[in-house]
T-cell receptor
Framework: EAQVTQNPRYLITVTGKKLTVTCSQN?????MSWYRQDPGLGLRQIYY???????DKGDVPEGYKVSRKEKRNFPLILESPSPNQTSLYFC???????????FGQGTRLTVV | AQKVTQAQTEISVVEKEDVTLDCVYE???????LFWYKQPPSGELVFLIR??????QNEISGRYSWNFQKSTSSFNFTITASQVVDSAVYFC???????????FGKGTKLSVIP
C-alpha cells in the first residue's frame, strides 16, 4: 500500500530536549516536505527536499533541521525544542513537486 | 513570491444546500499548478484535485466541481447538495513552475448541519 509513515503520532516533550520525527515513504517519490499546521495559519512549509542530499528552507525553518540521506526517509529534527514549536506536523511526498502530494497521518507535538 | 488566499475562515450550511469555497492565488509564474485538499475531523489530508494553468476547463466529479478562472486568479470549489460527511477543513494550494514550494491557503472550515 502506497503510504507516508510518520512517527510518533503524539509526543510531549520538555523544552530543550532534542527530538526527531521520522518520515518514510514507499512510493519512490523525489519530493518530500515538512509542514506545520497551527490554528488560523493553515499549513506552512518548514523544509523541503527535491531529492537525496538536496534540501532547502521553506517559510518557517527556524529551529528545525532535516536530512535526506536516502530517498525514502526525511526526518525532522528539533535540536532544542521550545514551546512555540508546539504544533501539528505533517510530512508529505510527491513524485515531483507539481503532482499530487501524499501526506502522513500527522504528529502532534507538545513542548512544555 | 506566491500566495494563496482563502477569505472564508468558516462556513456553515444546512445539509443539501450548495456551497462554494473561494480560493484566490498570486504567482509570477506563467506555468503553475493548483490543488485542493480536504482535512476531515480525523485529521488526515486528502487530495481532491490538481489543475495546471493551461487547462481552464471546469471539472466536475460527482457532487464536487471546480471553477478555474485565470482572469480573476481564482480556483473555486463548489459542493452541490452538501452532506454531513463534507464537514472538513478545505485547503487550496499552489506551486509555480519556477518554485520548489507548495504554498497553502489558511483553509476554510466547512460545517454541514443535518
Amino acid at each position: 500500500e502506497a503510504q507516508v509513515t510518520q512517527n510518533p503520532r503524539y509526543l510531549i516533550t520538555v523544552t530543550g530536549k532534542k527530538l526527531t520525527v521520522t518520515c518514510s515513504q514507499n512510493m519512490n517519490h523525489e519530493y518530500m516536505s515538512w509542514y506545520r499546521q497551527d490554528p488560523g495559519l493553515g499549513l506552512r512549509q518548514i523544509y523541503y527536499s527535491m531529492n537525496v542530499e538536496v534540501t532547502d528552507k521553506g517559510d518557517v525553518p527556524e529551529g528545525y533541521k532535516v536530512s535526506r540521506k536516502e530517498k525514502r526517509n526525511f526526518p525532522l529534527i528539533l535540536e532544542s525544542p521550545s514551546p512555540n514549536q508546539t504544533s501539528l506536523y505533517f510530512c508529505a511526498s510527491s513524485l515531483i513537486l507539481n503532482t499530487e502530494a501524499f501526506f502522513g497521518q500527522g504528529t502532534r507535538l507538545t513542548v512544555v | 513570491a506566491q500566495k494563496v488566499t482563502q477569505a472564508q475562515t468558516e462556513i456553515s450550511v444546512v445539509e443539501k444546500e450548495d456551497v462554494t469555497l473561494d480560493c484566490v492565488y498570486e504567482t509570477r509564474d506563467t506555468t503553475y499548478y493548483l490543488f485542493w485538499y480536504k482535512q476531515p475531523p480525523s485529521g488526515e489530508l486528502v487530495f481532491l484535485i490538481r489543475r495546471n494553468s493551461f487547462d481552464e476547463q471546469n471539472e466536475i466529479s460527482g457532487r464536487y466541481s471546480w471553477n478555474f478562472q485565470k482572469s480573476t486568479s481564482s480556483f473555486n470549489f463548489t459542493i452541490t447538495a452538501s452532506q454531513v460527511v463534507d464537514s472538513a477543513v478545505y485547503f487550496c494550494a499552489l506551486t509555480g513552475a519556477g518554485s520548489y514550494q507548495l504554498t497553502f491557503g489558511k483553509g476554510t472550515k466547512l460545517s454541514v448541519i443535518p
